[in-house]
């Protein structure tokens, strides 16, 4: 078989790819603690709204 060249982009294209895309994972990875922390306070919100309201002091 042939061989087969694969073009690439500049070398500093290609830093500039990854270090958008490690900012952008950086960004995501921020946001997926960001929606976990969002979830666990809606969470104990629940427990307590259910707990006041069982006791009467709602």
């Known amino acids: ?3 087969i060249k ?6 500093k ?4 790819t990854v270090q958008y ?3 952008l994972s ?5 946001l997926k603690q960001v929606q976990h922390d969002k979830m666990q306070s809606l969470k104990d ?3 307590s709204l259910l707990d006041r309201a ?3 002091e709602l």
């Open 1 to 3: 078989m042939g061989e």
């Open 6 to 11: 694969t073009p690439f982009p500049p070398l």
């Open 13 to 16: 294209t290609q830093q500039k």
């Open 21 to 23: 895309l490690d900012q």
């Open 26 to 30: 950086e960004k995501t990875e921020i």
């Open 45 to 47: 919100l629940k427990a």
């Open 54 to 56: 069982f006791r009467g």
